[in-house]
């Protein structure tokens, strides 16, 4: 089956770092997207990787490795506006996406 | 409007109630898809539609129709609502492009009790 794998919850410092790791298992590869979405609201954009390696977008940047079905989300200078959950997602090989559960990321002052 | 708009944003409902949540983008993406979650799982798809005249089944299909008259409309149906059914139901549609990234509306929030 698929499966995407992701931790449940993580706690961070406002101004640190915090990495999110994704770990899947799929019928097929076709890209992974990283999606933010705040309590109540609809999940958003964050980043896309289709090859290996890394992507910064501003704050945050994106690592893939295909190899090892492994990718992580980045998030640097921590702001409390950051707290929210995190999900990963797969487009497998019938260019369908295959979502993660989530991360919910806690921010504390 | 821009973007996509679902309606109601929250509604409860009786069992056995016949329901249909809207979903409308003014985007002109050809691929639209009706998402639930639930706490603790992920997204999971219920119908899609690649263009207009065209639906196919997602991962959890039962219980649920769809139709797509036109490019902009993606209306779901529930026939007969039952309480396993309560969720937040997102209504997306993708860009095309290199990326084909999904776009999200806001979301309903049903319960059926």
């Known amino acids: 089956g698929q499966n995407i794998d992701q931790p449940t919850e993580m706690t961070a410092t406002e101004g640190a770092i915090v990495q999110i790791n994704c770990t899947y298992q799929?019928?097929?590869?076709?890209?992974l997207f990283w999606y933010q979405q705040h309590a109540g609201e609809a999940p958003t954009f964050l980043s896309y990787?289709?090859l290996d390696g890394l992507e910064e977008k501003g704050r945050f940047s994106s690592f893939l490795s295909r190899s090892k079905g492994y990718s992580y989300l980045l998030l640097k200078e921590l702001q409390m506006k950051d707290s929210a959950s995190y999900l990963c997602a797969v487009r497998d090989s019938n260019y369908q996406l295959i979502w993660g559960a989530g991360t919910k990321l806690i921010i504390k002052p | 409007i821009a973007g996509i708009t679902q309606a109601p944003t929250s509604q409860i409902l009786a069992a056995g109630r016949r329901m249909t949540l809207r979903c409308t983008q003014d985007m002109r993406h050809n691929a639209m898809y009706w998402y639930r979650q639930d706490l603790g799982l992920g997204l999971r798809l219920i119908h899609y539609s690649n263009t207009a005249g065209t639906t196919g089944k997602g991962e959890v299909p039962d219980g649920y129709s769809v139709s797509r008259a036109n490019t902009d409309d993606f209306p779901l149906t529930l026939a007969s609502a039952v309480p396993s059914q309560t969720s937040v139901y997102f209504c997306a549609s993708t860009s095309g492009g290199a990326t084909d990234t999904q776009y999200f509306g806001p979301g309903t929030r049903l319960t059926v009790l």
């Open positions: 799929t019928s097929g590869f076709n890209g």
């Open positions: 990787n289709v």
